[in-house]
């Protein structure tokens, strides 16, 4: 099993930033993409960035240019920086890990985002 803890979630006006974080721990060894989703009241959840153990990235259209996804494989640790935030961002962001080696998905429970205009 793993476990995944994210913070950085808050409320901040348009055209601000946050920082979210997300650390791993447990059976961590054969984890490989991390991630980033996020689900807006009334819809689906969606990707929004990813990384790879290796460093590939990526992005939804919507973030591109304005979130930025990165990793510290030392502390089990990614990250999204979100720059220009706009009201369509507000979301409950939720980190993903997937464990290569039995194809299973790991979720957090989310922290919310939430984008004032």
């Known amino acids: 099993q793993v476990q995944l803890v994210e913070s950085g979630g808050g409320l901040v006006q348009a055209g601000g930033s946050l920082r979210l974080s997300c650390t791993a721990s447990g059976s961590i060894f054969n984890i490989n993409a991390m991630g980033w989703y996020r689900q807006a009241p009334g819809k689906q959840r969606e990707l929004v960035a990813a990384?790879?153990?290796?460093?590939?990235?990526n992005y939804a259209d919507s973030v591109k240019g304005r979130f930025t996804v990165s990793r510290d494989n030392a502390k089990n640790t990614v990250y999204l920086q979100m720059n220009s935030l706009k009201p369509e961002d507000t979301a409950v962001y939720y980190c993903?890990?997937?464990?290569?080696?039995?194809?299973?998905?790991?979720w957090g429970k989310g922290t919310l985002v939430t984008v004032s205009s």
């Open positions: 993903n890990a997937e464990d290569s080696s039995i194809q299973v998905d790991y």
């Open positions: 990384i790879t153990s290796g460093g590939s990235t």
